[in-house]
């Protein structure tokens, strides 16, 4: 992202005296550098602070970029004491019950302010252990796993555990300059710790870690720059987090709204000469009767009038609502049993699962099933032409068209629709409704819909004529929906 790059930019700049002006009554950090110094000698005199191993100067081929001349190379080791915690015996109860000492893990770190810790520990533990009571300020950063590099400024007194490594600056380094050059090393820091089953770094790596040191005056004037540069960079970032959101989201919201505005006859130009979609309804029911009558389908319980408060948007006046099981007959499949050979063995009848939907054609299965399996089972031969829809488990909504005459297994359900009723109309219908078929699936353990669900559900119903157009329009511009979202997939 622009903004985590410019975050680095920023910062690596800011470090390099880039980004504020050079005072000359700063003065020479060299000299900064020797107070610290032997303010560091009285303190280990007076038993202050432990004595360290003596870190070696810094060679020139150390150094990683060029400061100004009126700042210093040293060692992080020069410039604060350094301390990691531990973790008291967990076994141990009065190390941990009912205890007021914060103790800080790495995941209690924010690359900010640390207000409070998950845990505390008690006095015993802090006398009894390694553990130090870290003053307000003290510089933290973890030193584990994935979190290397992350940081955290204490607002309270607190003790921290083994990852987690602890700085308490000496005077005349602030410790917000020292935070914003651990935030710019982070990734040095991370090399440093990889290589290992656990990647890790050790006080042993960081105290000779090179550390450019300013004057104090210029320390904080780097300290304030940089924090008003980052509230900027933030807000860059959350505008540039929803712009990826809208380009994500864009295509299938776009999809969506097309699909929705087209079932509610907004996208196309309604004509008197199309009719009322009422009497090609009536028309439908006087043939379905006259199917039923002629056995050449099933006659199915009536369905109820659509209610008022059912209708879930408004249509064209010449328009009308319905249900679905009015527009077509509607079949789920069956499985064949698996262990009768020659329901199977050499089987030329296309047998669909819902894994072979693609909301689209379906011009072939993976599995064929033989005419014994039609002649002996519950399986339906669907023509082309048959809409199909999942109604099992994640794949609830999935559509398809057949292009080939095809049986189906219990997952799927098959629409015929009626003479009057576009298929390809009613695929779209179906597939503005996804979501909701959806809805209506869940609660179970198994989420599924069934013919019983899908049979009653509301059909906005437009003249023949009309659908025709919605389709064309729709056939137009969903497939430019599809590819803006492999664009951004890509």
């Known amino acids: 992202m622009i903004a985590e790059k410019l975050r680095k930019a920023i910062l690596q700049a800011a470090m390099q005296g880039k980004l504020t002006e050079q005072l000359p009554e700063d003065g020479d950090a060299r000299d900064l550098l020797a107070e610290i110094q032997n303010e560091k000698k009285r303190k280990i005199k007076a038993g202050e602070i432990k004595a360290a191993k003596p870190l070696p100067p810094i060679d020139p081929e150390e150094v990683p970029y060029e400061i100004p001349s009126n700042w210093t190379w040293t ?13 008291p015996k967990r076994g ?35 006398d009894e252990t390694s553990l130090v009571l870290h003053r307000k300020g003290t510089v933290l950063m973890a030193m584990y796993g994935a979190t290397i590099g992350k940081l955290g400024i204490l607002e ?24 914003y050059y651990l935030l710019t090393a982070r990734d040095q820091f991370r090399l440093l710790g990889a290589g290992g089953a656990q ?26 720059f940089i924090d008003r ?43 008197p000469e199309d ?11 006087n043939e379905k009767k006259r199917k039923i009558k002629a056995g050449e389908i099933k006659a199915a319980k009536p369905l109820p009038p659509i209610d008022p408060e059912e209708v879930p948007y408004e249509i064209p006046s010449n328009w009308t609502w319905t249900r679905l099981g009015e527009v077509g007959d509607w079949r789920a499949g069956t499985t064949p049993k698996r262990g009768t050979r020659k329901y199977y063995a050499d089987g030329r009848i296309p047998w669909l699962v819902t894994g072979d939907l693609n909301d689209g054609l379906v011009a072939g299965t993976k599995e064929n099933v033989t005419q014994a399996a039609l002649d002996e089972t519950s399986l339906v031969l669907h023509r082309k032409g048959t809409v199909l829809m999942a109604m099992y488990g994640a794949t609830i909504g999935k559509l398809g068209i057949l292009e080939i005459e095809a049986t189906t297994n219990q997952a799927c359900i098959a629409c015929a629709p009626e003479k009057g ?59 430019l929906c599809d590819s803006l979202k492999k664009l951004k997939e890509i």
């Not at 060692?75 to 973790?87: I, M, N, S």
């Not at 190390?95 to 520990?121: C, F, H, M, Q, S």
């Not at 380009?247 to 505005?261: C, D, G, V």
């Not at 009719?275 to 029911?285: P, T, V, W, Y």
């Open 229 to 271: 540069v980052m509230l900027i960079i933030d807000e860059l970032e959350k505008a540039e987090k929803e712009l990826e959101d809208l380009e994500q989201y864009f295509p299938e919201n776009l999809k969506k709204s097309l699909l929705q505005a087209a079932m509610q006859g907004k996208l196309t130009e309604q004509l």
């Open 156 to 179: 309270i007194e607190a003790t921290t555990n083994q990852a987690c490594i602890a700085c308490a600056p000496e005077k005349g380094v602030f410790n917000w300059y020292l935070f």
């Open 92 to 126: 141990t109860r009065k190390y941990y019950a009912d205890g007021r000492i914060p103790w800080l893990v790495t995941g209690d770190l924010n690359d900010g302010l640390v207000a409070g810790t998950k845990e505390n520990v008690t006095q015993a533990a802090l």
């Open 275 to 285: 009719g009322d979609a009422r009497d090609l309804l009536a028309e439908i029911q």
């Open 199 to 224: 990647p890790n770094i050790s006080k042993e790596k960081i105290v000779p870690f090179p550390f450019s040191l300013p004057s104090l005056s210029e320390q904080n004037r780097i300290v304030d």
């Open 75 to 87: 060692r992080l080791g020069e410039v604060g004491d350094w301390r990691a915690g531990t973790t």
């Open 421 to 479: 009723v576009f298929n390809w109309y009613l695929f779209y219908y179906l597939l503005t409704a996804r979501d909701q078929f959806r809805l209506l699936g869940a609660g179970g353990a198994q989420p599924n819909i069934s013919k019983e669900k899908i049979v009653p559900f509301p059909f906005s119903l437009p003249s023949l004529s009309e659908q025709s157009r919605i389709v064309e329009f729709l056939d137009q511009l969903i497939p």
